[in-house]
């Protein structure tokens, strides 16, 4: 009977050493690809339960927009940094991740209408108009919340894993609309009728206010 107290605190000892062992801090770099863009990370480890994560990520993606019977090039990029805590409920893999994004997160659109096309209202032929240019302007804060592993701090070894999905958010983007080298570009006018398709655009732009975030990445410990 004398073994199962001993072998109780055989277990409590190599429970505590364990937990010590996790609680050290410690700090990793890593690399992450995802619909964020091409990133790196710093984590500093507060414990068996929380880090602290920085970030940088770059992304830039062009595409063909529609928008009112306007035909756009749209040239997206997103220069941002972002601070978020991690916690590891289980002191494991296992992470909840909350936080923000900051920067510049930018969408330029160029479009030259072929026909005639209705501009907030009004319809105006291609001389008319000319070619548009624009802007549409996420805030520069973006809220993050995610779910994921990372088992950088919970295995031995120099390298980790880490994988994360999740949604950023902001409020409805500003759009402003420009027009060059048409026979209205300076209009007062046209140039009110530009201002009501910015507002018509933005409602169309809302769905870019909710933006997922899916990352995988290796992180190297120190």
């Known amino acids: 009977m004398r073994l199962i107290p001993v072998a109780a605190a055989a277990v409590l000892l190599s429970a505590g050493s364990a937990m010590a062992q996790t609680s050290e801090p410690g700090v990793a770099v890593g690399a992450t690809v995802g619909t964020s863009g091409v990133g790196l990370d710093v984590q500093v480890r507060l414990g068996p339960i929380f880090t602290l994560r920085g970030s940088t990520d770059r992304l830039t993606h062009s595409a063909d927009e529609r928008y009112d ?96 999905a999740g949604v950023a958010w902001s409020d409805a983007p ?29 409602d169309d732009a809302q769905g870019y206010g909710l933006f997922p975030i899916v990352q995988v990445g290796l992180n190297y410990k120190f």
Do not use: C
């Not at 936080?99 to 009004?122: C, K, M, N, S």
């Not at 319809?123 to 779910?147: E, N, R």
């Open 174 to 202: 500003e759009v402003a609309l420009t027009s060059t080298g048409g026979s209205l570009s300076n209009d007062p006018t046209f140039q009110a009728r530009l201002r009501d398709e910015s507002r018509n655009i933005s």
């Open 69 to 164: 019977g306007v035909d756009y090039n749209a040239d997206l990029t997103f220069d941002t940094v972002g601070a978020f805590i991690d916690m590891h409920p289980l002191a494991n893999g296992l992470l909840i991740s909350g936080g923000a994004y900051l920067g510049d997160r930018d969408i330029a659109l160029a479009g030259t209408p072929t026909g005639p096309v209705d501009i907030g209202g009004q319809t105006y032929s291609p001389a008319q108009i000319g070619t548009l240019g624009g802007s549409i302007k996420l805030q520069d804060v973006a809220p993050f919340i995610g779910i994921g592993w990372d088992d950088t701090f919970y295995r031995s070894g120099r390298w980790g894993f880490r994988a994360i």
